[in-house]
Every structure is written in C-alpha cells, then in structure tokens.
C-alpha cells in the first residue's frame, strides 16, 4: 500500500511545452529506455490548443475540474471530435494527432496513459469498490476529498486529489468510503 499526497506529485512539463503535469504513479518500461510503460497524471488545460502525442499509448482522460473540453483529430483521417465532460472517462489514441478546445474555461484532466500491447487500464467514477480479476495495480483517486479507506485494519483518509495505490498480491480487506476515481491497470497477456 502506498499513499500519494497531491503535494508530493512531482511537476512534468508537457511534451509539446505548452503546459505542465503533475504525475501521480508512473510504471517504468523494463527497458531501460526511460519511458513509461504506464503513467497516471493531472493536469490544467487553461486554453485551446494542440494535445502532446505519445507514440504506441492509449490514454483515458477524465475532466476533474471544469466544464469539459473537445478534442478534434487534426491527421486528416475521417473527421470528428471527441468531448470530455466531467467526471466521464473517455479513451482515444495518444499517437494520433488532435486539438482541444475548452467547453466554458479553463479544465483539469486526470490522464492514465498505457503502452499499447503491454498494458490496459479501465477507469470509472464511482463510491463502490470492485476488483478485476487481472489487476496488477489498484488506484484510488480522491475526486472529492476527502475518501475514508481501511485497508487490513489501518485507517486512512485521502485529502481530495491525494491516491491510494495498491499492488497484487492485494490486501484482503479492503473499504472505501466517498467518491474517487477508481483505476485499474492489467498486464496484456502475451499472444
């Protein structure tokens, strides 16, 4: 069990510079590379402009903060757009190239980024605790703190934003109580 308070996330300029993350859990890619093979992280998004790519990730982007924001694809493939609204996780490719514009101001997005063909993650806003099966790793996120959890007997209250970050083998006991992103990251069998 680890406990990732908000002010202990470390601060991660975007890729394409126009910004900054605050990465709250990232998983290494075993080959020493320096990249990720996932990472979950928050950030604001204060005006429109281009997203950052991330060759071969998927992402799950999630509104925390805001109004929402729109995304439109921008590499010429049949056209369309996606919206983010609040509280509603929404997946798109990270590799392919996109736009965003802000729904009503500025937003903050929580961001759960895996390698394709490694790793696969659900996230789902909720106030009930379930498990899948294939679970490696368990995150909870305060969506608004503060979350009460008890994990084999110890107490622990999440500050909003702060994360709960279980590992397999998992506890036995296990309970939350509040509403919070609930994050599950599964290794992709091999083929």
């Not at 998004?45 to 997203?51: E, M, N, R, W």
């Not at 500025?106 to 106030?127: C, E, F, H, K, Y």
């Not at 679970?135 to 934003?161: C, I, M, Q, Y």
């Amino acid at each position: 069990m680890k406990i990732l308070r908000r002010e202990s996330y470390r601060r991660v300029p975007w890729r394409n510079g126009a910004g900054e993350t605050e990465e709250i859990a990232l998983f290494a890619a075993p080959d020493g590379s320096g990249d990720f093979d996932w990472r979950i992280s928050m950030a604001p998004v204060l005006t429109a402009g281009p997203f950052s790519e991330f060759p071969a990730i998927d992402r799950i982007l999630t509104v925390i903060e805001g109004a929402g924001l729109r995304l439109e694809w921008t590499d010429g493939v049949p056209a369309g757009g996606l919206d983010c609204l609040p509280g509603m996780p929404v997946s798109f490719p990270g590799d392919r190239p996109c736009k965003a514009s802000l729904l009503g101001g500025p937003i903050v997005d929580l961001n759960v980024m895996t390698r394709r063909g490694r790793w696969q993650a659900s996230v789902r806003r909720t106030s009930e605790l379930s498990r899948e099966p294939t679970a490696a790793h368990h995150l909870f996120f305060a969506l608004e703190g503060p979350v009460g959890a008890r994990v084999d007997g110890t107490e622990v209250t999440l500050s909003d934003k702060d994360t709960l970050w279980l590992s397999a083998p998992f506890p036995r006991e296990v309970t939350l109580d509040g509403t919070w992103l609930d994050i599950q990251l599964s290794p992709v069998p091999p083929a």
